[in-house]
């Protein structure tokens, strides 16, 4: 017998990207009251009428049924140091980073946060996200194991870092290599699993271990490459210092083969418009980390320059935990807003809501798996209670259209709004049964 199950409620998804400044855009799909079926954790259709008595019914009426939130860079071992106050990134890893990263060395420590961290996740109604564990192979099992019990669509690496921290952090350029190499093994493609290779940054690999990670990506069909680049200013000029023939940052990602499809970097702050030309034509999409940006003084990133239209860079949100100070998409929609705002390009509500669903999905090449509510993809949904806080529910009162209301959504909503998160068709996350 197949699982079949119908949601009812107001289906929202992005049809496209809709662009910058745009109001009333067409390509907000809105459908008030309607019913979503998911037959064996797949999206099986869209209607407008009640289906038959076949389909067990769950009623979401006059909450937003949507895809799942993916969130595109977090860290996953940097759970127990978020909202750490520091000063600016370099200082933030020795003092608090890596620390917590080293007490990865315990697999207990690993398991206990690798759980903790996906049903925070799942809290917030984040069904798919792209980690960087620590540089201990456990931490990686640990994800995984965690993300194969609940069902998840998650992706995720260990820690390539051969110089530059901590001994009981360091690999090297061989046994990050075999390591990884083995992770993959193991789980690279099992359910919905996928292995991204994960060179810290350039400052904490030598020379060898980028070229070996660049020749593991290589050899390693649908993996992910993932690294930070250009994030702060002291972080830039320590790459040049570092490698001094290379007259920019990204030339050195580029040089050891490591852009392309399904290369993501996060930040991508100070790039200049040569940078955004050469991730253009590679491919290579960028995670905007904005809270993380905020909260470590790092700079404002320019969503408007990245999606030049002459030159679009495919660009996506993401909250990077712990430098991020939360979990929560919508938390991440509304800093991306205010970022946007003080470059002087402001960021359309729906453009916001493209970035962290579907948009989002399209940058990590998953754009037929998931980020929209259509026939075919994963039922790794969110329904979003539109009315979850007092100001929340006054405000609603005066909305003239679903463009508005997802502004208001993200600009007011957190984690309360999340009323409940679908992985594969099964409830996941039920807020008013959590307490
Ligand atoms: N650059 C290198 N490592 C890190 C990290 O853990 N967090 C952030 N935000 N930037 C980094
Ligand atoms: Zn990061």
């Not at 965690?146 to 110089?163: F, H, P, Q, T, Y």
């Not at 952090?169 to 083995?182: M, N, R, V």
């Not at 789980?187 to 940054?201: E, M, N, Q, S, V």
């Not at 690294?227 to 200013?233: D, I, M, P, Q, T």
């Amino acid at each position: 017998m197949s699982r079949r199950i119908a949601i009812r409620g107001d289906l929202l998804d992005l049809l496209d990207d809709p662009g910058f400044d745009v109001v009333d855009s067409p390509e907000v799909r809105f459908d008030a009251d309607h019913w979503l079926l998911v037959e064996d954790g797949r999206i099986a259709g869209r209607q407008a009428h009640a289906p038959d008595p076949s389909w067990t019914r769950l009623d979401h009426s006059g909450r937003l049924v949507m895809p799942g939130f993916i969130d595109t860079h977090v860290h996953s071992p940097q759970l127990d140091v978020i909202a750490s106050y520091g000063t600016e990134l370099l200082d933030w890893l020795n003092t608090y980073t890596f620390p917590a990263e080293s007490r990865f060395s315990d697999p207990a420590h690993a398991t206990r946060i690798a759980g903790a961290f996906l049903d925070l996740l799942l809290a917030h109604g984040t069904t798919t996200a792209v980690a960087y564990c620590s540089s201990h192979p456990a931490s990686v099992d640990a994800y995984f194991e965690a993300a194969e019990a609940r069902g998840l669509r998650m992706i995720g690496g260990k820690v390539m870092m051969d110089r530059n921290a901590p001994p009981g952090l360091l690999d090297t350029a061989t046994s990050g290599y075999d390591e990884s190499k083995a992770l993959i093994g193991r789980w690279h493609g099992r359910d919905r699993l996928a292995y991204a290779i994960t060179p810290r940054f350039a400052a904490t690999s030598t020379p060898a271990q980028l070229e070996a990670a660049g020749a593991l990506w290589r050899e390693t069909p649908g993996a992910y490459l993932h690294s930070h680049v250009a994030e702060n200013v002291a972080e830039v000029e320590w790459i040049s210092a570092l490698y001094p023939s290379h007259a920019r940052y990204l030339d050195v990602y580029a040089q050891f083969g490591l852009l392309g499809r399904r290369a993501l970097y996060a930040h991508g702050i100070h790039l200049d418009d040569a940078d955004f030309q050469l991730l253009h034509e590679s491919q290579t999409a960028i995670a905007h980390c904005p809270t993380s940006n905020n909260f470590l003084g790092s700079g404002l990133f320019s969503m408007h320059r990245a999606r030049d239209p002459r030159r679009p860079v495919h660009v996506a949100l993401a909250t990077d935990l712990g430098g991020g100070t939360t979990f929560s998409m919508l938390r991440t929609m509304q800093a991306a807003s205010e970022v946007a705002q003080l470059g002087g390009h402001p960021l359309s509500p729906s453009s916001a809501w493209w970035l962290a669903t579907r948009g989002a999905a399209e940058a990590l090449d998953l754009g037929e798996r998931i980020g929209a509510v259509e026939p075919g993809r994963d039922a790794d949904l969110v329904v979003i209670d539109l009315r979850s806080t007092p100001l929340i529910d006054f405000r609603m009162q005066y909305i003239r259209g679903i463009e508005e209301a997802l502004a208001v959504q993200f600009a007011l909503g957190d984690d309360r709004a999340i009323r409940a998160t679908y992985i594969a068709g099964h409830l996941a996350w039920d807020r008013d049964a959590a307490h």
